[in-house]
């Protein structure tokens, strides 16, 4: 009988930890949030599972290092097309279409993403509070640093969850169903009336919001 091949114990810990983190959402995709644990991440990625430990402290160090990182979800510099400054720059409008979009458009070339977000709806657990906290701190960093100008900070954050809430359904939708109210979701035209449409949403919430206070 052939012996069972023995763990991987890496002295590559860059490497090994990419490949932690990988394995983490190749676990989620096939049995969601309950099927996480430190002997099926470890067996995924092909190393000891002692090293979640050594790198990452532990199982929730691990999911963070997912829900803060570069590889799944978007991070606020990507969201902000790799520059914020220029962003903020750009008139309200066109700079509320151009991160919509940029968000949405990273959302569709990530589909294990739109995966781990289907999983969340279904699963309640610490590990998925974590991949939320996540993503709450990058909205409101958005919110903060680029939408600061939106009329009040509640009325920016309400508007912004409203849209990107909108937006991330309609990804989330894609995966299965084409065509959603006659707008073809798995076509980047109709994805470009949607970025024109939230364009013109947003022009009128600005002309309607009061002025922020100047001091």
């Known amino acids: 009988m052939a012996a069972r091949k023995k763990p991987v114990i890496s002295r590559d810990r860059p490497r090994t930890e990419a490949k932690l983190r990988a394995a983490v959402g190749q676990v989620l995709v096939k049995g969601g949030f309950a099927a996480l644990s430190p002997s099926a991440i470890a067996r995924a990625a092909g190393v000891d599972k ?76 610490q590990f998925t509070a974590i991949m939320e906290t996540a993503r709450e701190e990058v909205g409101l960093r958005l919110t903060r640093e680029i939408f600061d100008d939106l009329g009040d900070p509640e009325q920016a954050g309400a508007v912004l969850a409203m849209l990107s809430a909108g937006l991330t359904y ?38 309607g919001a009061a002025p922020r206070n100047s001091g």
């Open 50 to 125: 002692m090293l979640i430990y050594r790198y990452f402290q532990g199982m929730e160090g691990l999911i963070a290092a997912v829900a803060n990182g570069p590889d799944f979800f978007p991070t606020f510099e990507e969201i902000c097309g790799g520059d914020p400054q220029k962003l903020r720059a750009k008139p309200l409008p066109e700079r509320s279409a151009e991160l919509l979009g940029n968000y949405v458009g990273l959302l569709r070339a990530r589909p294990m993403a739109l995966e781990l977000m289907v999983w969340e709806l279904v699963e309640r657990n």
């Open 170 to 207: 309609l990804a989330l939708r894609q995966r299965k169903i084409t065509w959603y109210n006659g707008i073809n979701l798995r076509s980047d035209e109709g994805w470009a009336e949607i970025r024109r449409t939230v364009q013109a949403l947003v022009e009128g919430v600005a002309k």
